[in-house]
């Protein structure tokens, strides 16, 4: 019994029971353990990995510097920003807004910086339901190829103090 | 040479020695006091994010949610396991606790961390998540609370070793540990590893709280907090399975089919869990993909198989002992007359059910590099570890409670009829939460967030209007599971406190 010791042979045999039950769920296993290195290949959905170093100072200028250069109106006092799309673009996450308002295009693909003048904050792309961590002084490059036009929003979803839940931006596809 | 008192249980038939006995009720008592804070503020947080009721302000709401997670996931959930090490140490080999002095050390600095950091939380100085991400700052003293609970309970874990250690001196076993032992000596392994992790991240982030040093890197924390934070989850796997194989025995009379089998299974989770930690970190910038895909999936999957090997072994040995006792007719005769009146019997079956189907089969699937892009802080994670931790290890602990309470208290268990219902409606309501939860996540519902009609935001985002059943759901789950936890505790500290005495 699992409360008393074992008698003193108990490296037994499995039964034919257990061998196939064993042998079922390493089969599976052994599915799913190659199926994702596969689909990282094959599917066009995985997360990226790309990220280099970055102060708030300098992140920040690079946004700026986009908005200077490619802002075409102003939404709830953000600015809106139709970047040209060979050129990297930024997200920036602060307590607690997401900046600027970008506007993409169908189609084309894109570079798209995202980091934190502060804390962890969670980027979360909706309705669609995409999400990736914004981490203060890492720039993490996701590389996004938008399919479909329309009005996203930007929802923070890792608690970022007090207004975490007023923390939304927007996004557009044209 | 001291004088030890030893009794024998006349239901179980355990040797029970005075002072192990004193250590696994004060541990159990602190275990059910903790639950009952924990899952008051579950029941405020549930009533919160339930949208058509919307109870506590945001502060409150961050606060509690908080409390919620340090007191149900830390310190319910350790104080049992505590609870655990000594009876599986002691009293299951019939030996006595050799170092009952550092029992109460590793139990007086687990109170006291635990007292600080409740404190802590509720004065407002720590708004931050059990997970406490830098650099969002709390209190120094929440630090500290954590600190000294974590070393309280690393001595905790380390008893289990000197127990059994010397326990073989006294004829405790001969050869092998029983297998209830064997599961918990996994869940202390793990939990010597675990620890060491906590330490490596909490020890520099108190030295930042206090400006002694300057920066803790976030992406490095996140990384050596989940070395703590996944680990640990399977701590409680194991203790929880320890739970099951041992409640089947002392239940029915249950005989692990073959050792060799449910014991390379344990083996498994200590060899692959410490390196299968990262799925928290799927998402995170940093980590390479073949760091991701190989930490994450490939040894993820062989510490799945260990599970499955335990969701065969266990039912498979229930179902031999019931046949033994003469319930042969048909397939599935032995499984209508088990002893489903029986709380302890039932919370393993409960247990073994959802946690498989719920939290189990969900965790393989958010756990995948692709899925968790879809699912990553939404609701649904909440949801899957309701299904893991609540509805599989929460329910077999509070199965074994009403165990514990006639062979450690030596009381009856009062309120017969409750305690018979207690562990379906609580497993009813977490699995009707955790499935809201997930429904709900699946729109990317987030967690952690008071207000999904984000107003005061710049911007606003409406949901799908089905996630309004979902979110309902949940807080429709939520109080019948706080109902089957109200049940809980006044059931077990009645009994301990009132039932009548037994033995005597
Ligand atoms: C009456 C039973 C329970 C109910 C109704 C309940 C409900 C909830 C709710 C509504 C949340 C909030 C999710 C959010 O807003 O993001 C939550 C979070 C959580 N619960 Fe429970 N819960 C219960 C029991 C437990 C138990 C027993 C444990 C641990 C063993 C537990 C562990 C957690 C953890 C770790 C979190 C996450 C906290 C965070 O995101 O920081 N819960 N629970
Ligand atoms: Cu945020
Ligand atoms: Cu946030």
Redesign the interface.
């Known amino acids: 019994m699992a409360i008393y010791e074992p008698e003193r042979m108990w490296w037994n045999p499995l039964s034919k029971d257990e061998r196939i039950w064993v042998g079922v769920a390493l089969i599976w296993m052994l599915v799913s353990f190659i199926f994702m290195p596969i689909y990282h290949v094959v599917g066009s959905q995985n997360p990226p990995s790309e990220t280099y170093k970055v102060t708030a100072e300098d992140f920040d200028k690079l946004v700026e510097g986009m908005v200077a250069k490619y802002k075409v109106g102003e939404e709830n006092g953000f600015p809106v920003v139709h970047p040209n799309p060979s050129e990297p673009i930024y997200v920036r996450a602060s307590m607690w807004q997401w900046y600027p308002v970008l506007e993409l295009e169908k189609g084309k693909t894109y570079r798209l910086h995202l980091s934190s003048m502060d804390i962890q904050h969670g980027f979360s792309i909706l309705p669609i339901n995409m999400n990736f961590m914004a981490l203060p002084g890492y720039d993490y490059v996701l590389k996004l190829t938008p399919t479909t036009t329309g009005e996203f929003h930007i929802v923070c979803n890792e608690y970022c103090g007090i207004g975490h839940h007023t923390m939304v931006g927007k996004m557009y596809v044209k | 040479m001291a004088n030890f008192q030893f009794r024998t249980d006349p239901l179980s038939g355990l040797k029970i020695e005075k002072s192990s006995e004193n250590l696994i009720k004060w541990n159990v008592i602190a275990a059910l006091a903790t639950l009952a804070v924990g899952g008051l503020m579950a029941l405020l947080v549930a009533l919160t994010r339930w949208p058509s009721v919307h109870l506590l302000g945001?502060?409150n709401y961050?606060r509690f949610l908080t409390l919620h997670g340090i007191d149900a996931l830390l310190a319910w959930i350790i104080f049992f396991e505590v609870a655990l090490v000594h009876f599986t140490s002691t009293v299951?080999l019939g030996t006595r606790s050799y170092v009952p002095w550092l029992g109460w050390l590793a139990f007086a600095l687990m109170l006291i961390g635990g007292g600080v950091i409740n404190v802590i939380v509720l004065l407002g100085g720590a708004?931050?998540?059990f997970t406490s991400?830098?650099?969002?700052k709390a209190d120094p003293i929440y630090y500290l609370g954590v600190i000294l609970f974590a070393v309280g309970a690393l001595l905790g874990f380390i008893i289990f070793f000197i127990n059994v250690t010397l326990s073989k001196r006294d004829g405790g076993?001969?050869?092998?540990?029983?297998?209830?032992s064997f599961g918990m000596a996994a869940g202390s392994i793990i939990a010597v590893l675990t620890l060491a992790h906590g330490a490596a991240i909490f020890i520099p982030t108190l030295l930042w709280a206090l400006n002694i040093i300057g920066y803790v890197?976030?992406?490095a924390y996140?990384l050596v907090f989940w070395g703590l934070g996944h680990p640990s989850q399977q701590i409680n796997v194991s203790a929880m399975v320890?739970v099951w194989?041992?409640t089947?025995?002392?239940v029915v009379?249950?005989?692990?089919?073959?050792?060799?089998?449910s014991r390379t299974a344990f083996v498994l989770y200590i060899l692959f869990i410490n390196v299968a930690s990262e799925h928290h970190l799927?998402?995170?910038?940093?980590?390479?993909?073949w760091h991701?895909?190989v930490n994450t999936?490939?040894m993820m999957?062989?510490a799945?198989?260990a599970s499955?090997?335990h969701a065969?072994?266990i039912p498979?040995s229930i179902e031999v002992a019931l046949r033994r006792q003469g319930f042969t007719r048909g397939l599935f005769e032995w499984l209508k007359k088990a002893p489903w009146g029986n709380p302890a019997f039932s919370g393993i079956a409960i247990s073994i059910l959802l946690f498989g189907f719920l939290g189990g089969i969900t965790g393989?699937i958010f756990g995948?590099?692709?899925f968790?892009?879809?699912?990553?802080?939404?609701w649904a994670i909440t949801g899957h570890f309701h299904g893991t931790v609540v509805a599989g290890t929460t329910i077999a602990f509070m199965g074994f409670t009403y165990l514990l309470i006639p062979y450690i208290f030596k009381r009856e268990i009062i309120w017969k009829g409750f305690a018979t219902i207690q562990p379906y409606l609580y497993g009813v309501g977490v699995a009707t939460l955790s499935i809201g939860m997930m429904s709900a996540g699946?729109?990317?519902v987030?967690?952690?967030?008071?207000?999904?009609t984000?107003?005061?935001?710049?911007?606003?985002?409406t949901?799908?209007p089905a996630i309004d059943m979902f979110m309902s759901m949940m807080g429709v789950g939520g109080v019948l599971a706080a109902i089957g936890g109200v049940l809980y505790i006044l059931i077990s500290f009645g009994s301990i406190i009132f039932g009548k005495k037994i033995g005597d």
């Open positions: 945001a502060t961050y299951l708004d931050v998540m991400y830098v650099p969002l076993y001969k050869r092998s540990l029983p297998l209830g890197d976030p992406a996140r320890a194989y041992m089947a025995a002392f009379g249950s005989k692990p089919v073959n050792e060799k089998l799927l998402v995170d910038p940093v980590l390479s993909t991701k895909i999936s490939y999957h062989l799945v198989l499955m090997i065969f072994a498979a393989v995948t590099e692709q968790n892009i879809i699912r990553h802080n939404t699946q729109f990317g987030p967690r952690r967030h008071y207000d999904i984000f107003s005061g935001a710049p911007f606003s985002f949901f799908d």
